[in-house]
């Protein structure tokens, strides 16, 4: 039986799509944006984070692991990937929650037991069920399934995509979907390439081709200083979406809220290169698409 991997289940969720909503996290992404807000979803499988200022070097979790993935090294408590089984108990075993295992597998029916427990919310709110990541196209049949599963059930379904992903994968969710939260992050394919570790053309050519077979399209952009704050980013990304059949912007203001994350995982953030843009310029972005006749939100 195919399983999801989650990382994250988020109750409450007012960011991801009308209403109340319950946002399931999937993981694994293609991508590998500078700036990325949930740097543990990127890889595809199980790991674990490990907070080095919560550490007391008590070793209960060497103690706990049966595998003996957990060592000493130059007095840093490692965890050894290649041996890890990803079973959990040295994060039951570290009281200081110094240890944390991301990622849990779930079988459909277990996924959807979660996402029926909140259908009183969903119908005050006119909210629903959305599915994001990572990228949870890369887990195609597991959400096509899910996705089926929920419009049987008469729920509201938002997909949050990154679009790199082959179109068959957006056309085969494309009836079960209400409502696409579509990423544009770059419209200069060499920035592109060099911030998010990928060419632009396939997202932007699955744009193109979903918004011929679907009308609930809704453009997500973060706006960072330093990457892609610019009057000519946002005027490409108005004369592309231009010709589809687009009605809908959010902007989402850079924030480096997940930098403890990039430290857990113990990979480097490159926070010099990125800031937040100041309100003004939000604000410009914010009226530019206005004035081409498009509704905008600042935020999720
Ligand atoms: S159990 Fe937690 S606090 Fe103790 S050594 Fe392991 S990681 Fe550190
Ligand atoms: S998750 Fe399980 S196998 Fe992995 S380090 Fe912790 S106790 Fe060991």
Redesign the pocket.
Known sequence: MTKANIFNIQKFSVHDGPGIRTTFFFKGCPLSCLWCHNPESQNYNKQ?LFDKDKCVSCLS?QE???????SVKNNIVT??EQ?????????I?CIPGA?Q?VGKEYTIEEIMKEALKDRVFYNKSGGGVTVSGGEPLTQIDFVEDFLKRLKAENIHTAVDTSGAVNFDSLQRISEYTDLFLYDIKLMDDEKHKRYIGASNKLILSNLEKLSEIHDGINIRMPIIEGINADENHIKKTIEFIKKLNIKKVNLLPYHDIAMHKYKKLGISYEKEKMSKPSDEKIQQFKNMFIDEGYEVKIGG
Do not use: F, Q, S, W
């Open positions: 674990v979790c706990a692991c049966p595998e003996n993935a957990i965890t050894d041996l890890c089984k990803h079973c959990g108990l040295c994060e075993y240890r295992v």
